[in-house]
């Protein structure tokens, strides 16, 4: 099974906004005693929804198929990409850091990087 980053329509989406980065937006929650408040990609740009939707239409069929055992579905969704968010791609086509600045999270943008370079090395020789 393919990535869903690494899905033909994602990487030209990914292609697209590694040109043309997508705005960063502040972004807020509200609660009575507190405010959660991060930084992302903005929600309305087409780009960021195209890859909303390939993600889901990626991970959704495993985790809604009720005859795979537990362990089977995590193994797949793994395969598929479930962990890689939208952010965590984009971050990873265009050099950015918005998701995250933790270690951890710059070498799991490293990884999903130097994938998306050798599938893009890969559509050029073809």
Do not use: K
């Amino acid at each position: 099974m393919q990535p869903w980053y690494l899905r033909p329509e994602a990487l030209q989406v990914l292609d697209d906004a590694a040109r043309n980065h997508p705005a960063v937006v502040r972004h807020f929650d509200r609660y009575t005693q507190t405010v959660d408040e991060w930084t992302g990609y903005d929600s309305r740009d087409a780009r960021v929804i195209r890859l909303g939707r390939i993600h889901c239409a990626a991970v959704t069929p495993i985790l809604d198929e009720c005859e795979l055992t537990r362990d089977e579905r995590t193994r797949l969704a793994d395969d598929v990409g479930l962990s890689v968010t939208v952010t965590m791609a984009i971050d990873a086509a265009t050099g950015r850091d918005v998701g995250g600045s933790t270690c951890y999270y710059r070498d799991d943008v490293a990884r999903v990087a130097a994938q998306i370079a050798g599938a893009d090395r890969a559509r050029a020789a073809a």
